[in-house]
């Protein structure tokens, strides 16, 4: 007869050899940083994230209208994207945010922390 330990030790074994790991999509965010001064080679572009959407540069739009008003805020200089969270945003928005303008050339995005 079979000890109950090892029925669950091979049903243990069994699923972990038959279940498959998927590894999850990574999305880069580099930290603000404090005290450094803008360079005249560089656009820089403001976006805000409350509960209520999204606003640029003060200007309300949604989180799909978010690449292509960036693109046309390119004039041929690198753009950087200051993000700042309000504290009940929760972290869906950000990702959403970052998939959104991972397609956009020239871009870095600096996140600020949350106020």
Same mark, same amino acid.
């Given at each position: 007869m079979t000890s109950l330990i090892d029925v669950i030790f091979l049903l243990l074994l069994f699923f972990m !050899?038959? *279940?498959?790991? *998927?590894?999850?999509?990574? &999305?880069? &965010?580099?930290?603000?940083?404090? %005290?450094?001064?803008?360079? %005249? +080679?560089?656009?820089?572009?403001? !976006?805000?994230?409350t509960p209520d959407g999204l606003t640029l540069?003060?200007?309300?739009?949604? &989180? +799909?209208?978010l690449a292509p008003r960036l693109r046309d805020l390119q004039t041929g200089k690198p753009l950087v994207l200051l993000v700042n969270l309000m504290s009940d945003v929760d972290a869906q928005t950000m990702t959403d945010i970052l998939v959104a303008v991972?397609? @956009?050339? +020239? !871009?870095? &995005? *600096? @996140?600020?922390?949350? *106020?």
């Open positions: !050899l038959s *279940s498959t790991f *998927s590894k999850f999509a990574e &999305v880069e &965010v580099q930290a603000a940083s404090g %005290g450094a001064s803008a360079s %005249g +080679d560089q656009t820089m572009a403001f !976006l805000r994230a540069n003060g200007a309300a739009l949604g &989180v +799909d209208e991972r397609g @956009v050339p +020239d !871009l870095a &995005v *600096s @996140v600020m922390g949350a *106020s």
